[in-house]
């Protein structure tokens, strides 16, 4: 199985500035049709969780432009700029690659 | 309204099984794969299973091999987990969600909202 490995697990932010999440995984994303197949995921307290960012870098129906998803192969990055409150969550990373679609363990956002 | 309902947790006693629902409105079920993913009380998200759109292919996770099932019924719009021999670490909340379209795959878009499995004596 992709292990999923995120860093920080625990992110103190201001509001207004910038964070930024890393994922890396133990073997390349890049899939043969160019695509690094890797999600970004948001679970706030209490709610179920949503999709931020898919195949690396296109954000999902609805998510502000705050967001974005950068990197190729095993290291990926979610950054967030302008933080507001409404962001705090735990944030996933997903591998599509394969089955089975592991996770990672989970970034928790705090303001 | 494009939506999932989950149904079907409860508690149960280790050992015995449980189906799990999922039901879809909103969109064109039958062209959609669907996921289901656990969260055991505060864990992270675990990937669990999926299901092609017309159900001729099915994946799991090694560790939940043998021990659960996914299954559609596309004339119902609806997916089901059932769960065997349950054990008590397998207590959890259990997600389902939309997967690859028929454009490709846009990311799991669309989640349920839960729906809790107890596994106790």
């Known amino acids: 199985d992709i292990v999923m490995t995120q860093s920080p697990l625990s992110l103190p932010v201001t509001p207004g500035e910038s964070a930024s999440i890393s994922c890396r995984s133990s073997?390349?994303?890049?899939?043969?049709?160019?695509?690094?197949?890797l999600d970004w995921y948001l679970q706030k307290s209490g709610q179920s969780p949503h999709l931020l960012i898919y195949?690396?870098?296109n954000r999902a129906s609805g998510v502000p432009d705050r967001f974005s998803g950068s990197g190729s192969g095993t290291d990926f990055t979610l950054k967030i700029t302008r933080v507001e409150a409404e962001d705090v969550g735990v944030y996933y990373c997903m591998q599509t690659l394969q089955t089975p679609y592991t996770f990672g363990q989970g970034t928790k956002l705090e303001i | 309204q494009v939506q999932l309902v989950e149904s079907g947790g409860g508690v149960v006693q280790p050992g015995r099984s449980l189906r799990l629902s999922c039901a879809a409105s909103?969109?064109?079920?039958?062209?959609?794969?669907m996921h289901w993913v656990r969260q055991a009380p505060g864990k992270g998200l675990q990937w669990v299973a999926a299901i092609s759109y017309d159900g001729s292919k099915t994946y799991f996770a090694d560790s939940v091999k043998g021990l659960l099932s996914i299954s559609r019924d596309n004339s119902k719009d609806t997916v089901y987990l059932e769960l065997n021999s349950l054990r008590v670490d397998d207590t959890a909340v259990f997600y389902c969600a939309r997967g690859r379209a028929p454009a490709g795959y846009l990311g799991l878009d669309v989640w349920g909202q839960g729906t809790t499995v107890t596994v106790s004596s």
């Open positions: 073997q390349s994303l890049l899939h043969s049709d160019g695509n690094n197949h």
């Open positions: 909103g969109f064109i079920f039958s062209t959609y794969g």
């Open positions: 195949v690396g870098s």
